[in-house]
């Protein structure tokens, strides 16, 4: 479907400009399949920040004091990381303290990210933070800091209305139900947070769940049963996936494919990607799967395209468009 095709806006049945829309909905109504649109970053670092936020977090007046020149000081001495905030919540906050939780990338197969949390006095914070994402960082002075959470479930739930009105329209109701139904009676197993702007605010509500590290678009009550507890198949929800952000966009459209043939049972195994691009438009993706830990390896090919594209727009832009994909059958080789 082109961006300049009728379609959308009569399937929209109003007469405003695409411009006056919401940027989410428009994409529900357009059919938008959001796989393939989870950024893939190898670290995370989120960082306790109370509201309010301005558009970019990092000018919020509660933004820690002095974070700012830190992270600058020590971009270039580090790898890439993607920095977010989120709101603080009183079941879990501590007054006078912020916690921050980095997640990052296992070298080789791996099925979650790695994770460390810290509750840490705010005259501490800066350290910490140069400590935690210099490599050779020295963070045996912040051992009293460390939590220890278990097999806690962290849930990111984009809420940042400042810088993307859908965010914050469709965002915080998302992350309210989740909070009331599920967060409350999990004894701290599992945790929402308002989050900052990740990426994809056409497909508000969208969250990244941890330390898995997958994204989901436009969430909905009825989806939240199987989302958040895997009840029933993973089919109803394989048009709200983004993608697992541990591979890349290609990469994510074949795990999709192996997570609605496998069930919810994939997620559980480690997984490498191997991608061999044929041109712009496709390329062959392998999956080397290990289904435990003395289990030999397994691995899958699908070739995936471009099959098309759909019209994006709202939130103050006109039509744009954005990639869809198809991915042939899944052979094991």
């Given at each position: ?68 020149e830190t992270l600058k ?136 769940d941890f330390p898995e ?28 996936y983004r993608g697992w ?89």
């Amino acid at each position: 479907m082109s961006a300049t095709s009728e379609t959308c806006p009569l399937v929209c049945g109003e007469d405003r400009p695409v411009e006056q829309r919401y940027c989410a909905e428009v994409s529900g109504f357009c059919g938008e399949d959001p796989i393939g649109s989870a950024p893939g970053h190898r670290r995370y670092l989120l960082v306790e920040v109370p509201l309010p936020w301005e558009h970019q977090v990092e000018q919020s007046k509660h933004f820690p004091e002095g974070l700012g020149e830190t992270l600058k000081r020590v971009q270039a001495e580090v790898p890439p990381f993607r920095l977010l905030g989120f709101a603080p919540e009183p079941l879990h906050s501590v007054a006078g303290h912020r916690r921050i939780i980095c997640y990052e990338r296992p070298d080789g197969p791996f099925a979650r990210f790695d994770k460390r949390e810290f509750i840490v006095p705010e005259q501490r914070l800066n350290a910490l933070v140069e400590a935690l994402l210099h490599a050779e960082g020295d963070l045996s002075s912040f051992e009293d800091c460390l939590t220890a959470d278990g097999e806690t479930r962290d849930l990111f739930v984009c809420t940042h209305g400042s810088h993307d009105v859908c965010c914050g329209k469709f965002g915080y109701p998302a992350y309210k139900e989740i909070f009331d139904r599920y967060a409350l009676s999990s004894g701290g197993r599992l945790r929402v947070w308002r989050t900052s702007h990740f990426g994809g605010h056409r497909h508000a509500p969208t969250m990244i769940d941890f330390p898995e590290g997958r994204y989901w678009a436009q969430i909905t009550s009825e989806r939240l049963d199987a989302l958040l507890l895997r009840q029933g198949g993973f089919e109803p929800l394989a048009r709200h996936y983004r993608g697992w952000g541990g591979v890349g966009t290609f990469e994510q459209v074949v795990e999709r494919e192996m997570l609605l043939r496998e069930g919810w049972d994939w997620i559980e195994y480690k997984k490498q990607a191997e991608l061999h691009k044929k041109d712009e438009a496709s390329a062959v993706v392998r999956l080397h799967v290990w289904r435990s830990e003395d289990a030999e390896c397994e691995t899958y090919e699908a070739e995936v395209s471009i099959s098309g594209k759909v019209g994006t727009g709202g939130c103050g832009h006109g039509w744009g468009e954005a990639r869809q994909f198809t991915v042939s059958d899944v052979t094991q080789v």
